[in-house]
């Protein structure tokens, strides 16, 4: 491939078959590395190419998970602020006045406020005006909140939410999936870097052969390394296949870009005239019917094109609602009914024990 360039002037690869002389020239997609130009002569550079992954699509949001993703952390943590605000100011209120007994307890307080905030049959207080100007407060903050939770829930059911995708580096870095290719020059250029973000990539990067990226990549749940062409067409391996290629999303932003350029000795005679016809190739729209070529020749059509038109989602026709819908309530049923018969047995149990302590 690209290869290796040694201390001792050796090395392999196109940079090796150069360095040790050859080759006159070395043009593959290289990069101006910085390692290289210690060693070898730069051309002008004749093309930008980009380096982006492929990442797995962002799997759809199990629908019984939406009835917590109604509202952000945020928001459920200043409502649980509210709730409890008003359950003290309540406890206060009954604790202070000539109320029954059981209105002057915590547990029934908790349950009243509780049913305001879930709109139901509740017992408001009205002893004095402060207290009808409270009530009524919370009352219409309840209203607004639970109609608000109730079109975010419904609108759930009509477009289905999705996870995250993964469209920036810093998304990339966060999700720490590995990614891969086939060679180490796809990190070259970020090894220098002391970002962070950055060191954290290339850990997650891997080297594996062709063929065991084509069985990883069939597995899918990892990130594909790949180029992204000056004129927008993408540089893929032969591993992403037609088979596979609907398990990946292609991501917005490059992990970086570079100027790529031909290698020569530092003592090539020719690298004026060979400039030169970079430029005239370049100036007269070469290059862009050349990547037109190659991409017919060696790039499947249908690979490019889905991999270019990955942000689209399918259509979500109508479908009548099932148990999947339901489970986030009879988790929240499930979960009671059993709280309730744990009580129920200490309870019992408590009862026996203090009425054997009483006999004995």
Known sequence: MWGTIHENKTGNGVMGSVIERKADVGACAMSSWFHSIK???????????GVTCLTPKPEMIMPWKTMVLVFTDTTWFLILITFGLAVTVYFAIARTSNDQAKYRSLVWNVLNVLSIFMLQSTHVRTRSPSEVILSLALLLFALNLCNIYTSKNASFRTI?????????????????????????????????SENPTIQNLISNFKVYQPPELLQMANEGGIGLAIGRLQNGHLMLGSWITVENVHQYRLMRQDLYY???????????????????????????????????????????????????????????????????????????????????????????????????????
């Open 39 to 49: 060693h070898l002569r730069f051309s002008k550079a004749f093309l930008r190419g």
């Open 160 to 192: 289905p939410p999705y996870k995250n995708p993964i469209d920036t580096i810093d998304q990339l870095a966060e999700s720490d999936i590995t990614w891969l290719q086939a060679h180490e020059a796809w990190i070259s250029s970020l090894k220098l």
């Open 258 to 360: 570079e100027y790529e350029v031909a290698m020569a000795t530092k003592t090539w005679p020719l690298m004026d005239q060979f400039d030169e016809l970079i430029m005239r190739t370049y100036e007269a729209g070469l290059r862009y019917f050349q990547e037109l070529q190659v991409i017919y020749k060696h790039s499947n059509y249908v690979v490019q094109t889905t991999l270019l038109n990955s942000h689209l989602r399918a259509p979500n026709a109508p479908h009548a609602l099932g148990v999947m819908h339901l489970m986030g309530g009879f988790f929240i049923h499930g979960v009671g009914t059993m709280a309730s018969v744990v009580v129920f047995l200490v309870e019992k149990f408590t009862i026996k024990f203090r009425s054997v302590v009483q006999q004995q």
